[in-house]
């Protein structure tokens, strides 16, 4: 038996992997904008003159414009992600794909690899640690990115794993994120990815007034919905907003005593202060976002990796994200019947996609949308989004710096937000007084073809998004 | 009134309009760039004639690059721009 699965090159691995024409090979975003596996992985695929593949990516980054270069030679044919920032999504957006990309969300994407709706034939693993076997982790290495959740799904499903590394450590890697009885091949490099665009070095809150005065408004509405008491449990996003709520909940909690369960999600220094200061018992870790979370997760016992589909499937038995009290969300759009945008911008062309949002949105007890009334002249609520990527009936409130409208369907929390004298208005209202600021904007033009399916977290279709030709 | 000399107002940061203005020999000569074009580009050309009407400029050049601003700012930009390039 041979004692370790070391080749000497990416090159090898792909060719021992059994890679062929019209395959499907995947990646996962620990490494984010800093990623260097993907561009690495399929330019040694494309000099080796495979062609037609499917890249089931769980997000791509501007980083990954080389991948563009690929669509157009016709090495990759087939995208499926979670969410793509702007600079890939203008391209999609502009029609280099044949075929529409199919968004899937971070809980619907391990659901479809383990019910084989979305098979994946050579999984790709950025292992900013791995020892010769395969065992990896990502709490430790030079290019350390704390949790790696979203590629274990990948890990235990794919046909054949090939584990990345540049911090070959000696076998047994003990504290292993994946285990090496997944694990085919290991390739060492230089570098997989650069540090400084993997994790932020400090996420800050905003600075902005208007910013400021959602996150209070959004604080205060979580006091007074009767979520906020022991056990509580919260997710937030890394937004400038989102984490200055965040803040104002520290507060509130600290000052009444309050103990909750835990926080979730992509993790923030923010929200390790929160466990650190006795907010939470524990967090629940998919994806870490600053030099703290991964400092934290890779010291603090009660700071735990979980997987993808741990984290949000709607197939698991259960999943951290149907335990939730209360979700802060963004949005791009909202509209009058509460149904959130955050695929397309202004003009409907890609720059983002639903990672979590809809899961959580689904999962949690309070979803909570918080966003200001207008960016740059355009109001954030419209009569119908571009693209639907959460359902209205998961949202149940929108605070905004001019008010907060709260979804009909909830009428508990309407009751209580307006028994606190919470400024509460009716979401017509809200989209008036906007349009008494902005002007009302005429409407957009129609696209064209469907360049994208969104596809919702039980894998039904819930919107398709259109070209927009290009400027 | 008249432009007499190029002048410029407002900023390109996000939510602000960065306007220049100059003397034309004949009429009125706008240029729009705007990052909400589809939305608001008519409108913002229609308030701008006004603007200018109101100001009684009959003879300009006048170039915006708005980043999304609101009409009160572009009204202030507009006018700053005027009182400079009228140059007295």
């Avoid at chain 1, 007084?433 to 957009?444: D, F, I, L, N």
Wanted: glycine residues 10%; proline residues 4%.
């Amino acid at each position: 038996m041979k004692n370790h699965k070391v080749v000497a090159s990416l090159e090898e691995a792909i060719r021992l992997s059994g890679l062929k024409d019209g395959m499907t090979v995947s990646f996962h975003h620990h490494l984010r904008n800093g990623d260097h596996v993907l561009n690495m992985v399929m330019e040694a695929i494309a000099q080796m003159g495979i062609h037609d593949l499917t890249v089931n990516a769980s997000s791509l980054f501007d980083i990954h414009a080389p991948l563009l270069r690929h669509i157009e030679n016709g090495v990759v044919t087939h995208l499926k992600t979670n969410y793509m920032s702007g600079g890939i999504g203008r391209a999609i957006s502009a029609g280099i794909l044949a075929d529409p990309v199919e968004f899937r969300t971070h809980g619907g994407r391990p659901s479809d690899i383990e019910l084989g709706r979305t098979p994946i034939d050579v999984a790709f693993i950025a292992a900013p640690t791995a020892d010769p076997m395969g065992n990896c982790t990502g709490k430790y290495g030079k290019s350390a990115c704390g949790s790696l959740g979203y590629a274990i799904p990948d890990a235990m499903n794919a046909q054949k794993v090939v584990v990345v590394t540049d911090n070959l450590a000696a076998y047994p890697l003990t504290d292993w994120s994946i285990p090496e009885i997944y694990v085919d091949y290991v390739v060492a490099v230089d570098a997989i990815g650069d540090p400084a665009g993997i994790v932020s070095g400090t996420t800050r809150i905003t600075r902005d007034p208007v910013g400021l005065v959602m996150a209070d408004r959004a604080a205060q509405v979580i006091r007074h919905s009767g979520l906020l008491k022991d056990g509580f449990s919260f997710q937030t996003g890394a937004g400038g907003a989102s984490l200055a709520a965040a803040k104002y909940l520290r507060d509130i909690m600290l000052r009444e005593k309050i103990h909750g369960s835990f926080g979730s999600g992509g993790i923030t220094g923010y929200l390790v202060d929160m466990l650190n200061d006795g907010c939470f018992e524990a967090l629940m870790d998919v994806q870490c976002f600053d030099l703290k979370a991964v400092e934290s997760i890779r010291t603090n016992p009660r700071h735990h990796e979980i997987s993808a589909s741990h984290y949000a499937s709607p197939s698991a038995r259960s999943a951290v994200v149907d335990s939730l009290d209360v979700v802060i969300l963004g949005a791009t759009e909202i509209d009058t019947d509460f149904n959130v945008n955050v695929h397309t911008d202004s003009n409907g062309s890609i720059m983002g996609g639903s990672g979590g949002h809809s899961d959580t949105a689904a999962g949690a007890k309070l979803s909570m949308i918080i966003a200001p009334m207008f960016r740059a002249r355009l109001p954030i609520i419209t009569d119908r989004v571009k693209c639907i990527s959460t359902p209205g009936r998961d949202i149940d409130v929108l605070v905004t710096q001019g008010g907060i409208a709260v979804n009909p369907k909830n009428q508990e929390l309407l009751l209580r937000l307006k028994d606190a004298g919470l400024p509460v208005v009716d979401i017509h209202d809200l989209k008036e007084m906007v349009e008494r600021t902005t002007g009302t904007p005429a409407p957009v033009r129609e696209g064209g073809r469907v360049v994208a399916n969104v596809i919702y977290r039980d894998g039904t279709l819930l919107d398709t998004i259109r070209s927009v030709p290009a400027k | 009134m008249e432009i007499i000399k190029r002048a410029i107002a407002g900023t390109l940061e996000s939510s602000d309009a960065y306007v220049e203005i100059e003397p034309n020999a004949r009429g009125i000569r706008c240029e729009l760039e705007s990052v909400v074009e589809q939305q608001f580009g008519d409108n913002i050309r229609g308030l701008v004639e006004e603007i200018l009407a109101d100001c009684g400029v009959e003879n300009a050049k006048i170039h915006i690059i708005d980043r999304g601003a609101l009409e009160c700012v572009i009204r202030a930009r507009v006018e700053a721009a005027v009182m400079r390039g009228k140059g007295e």
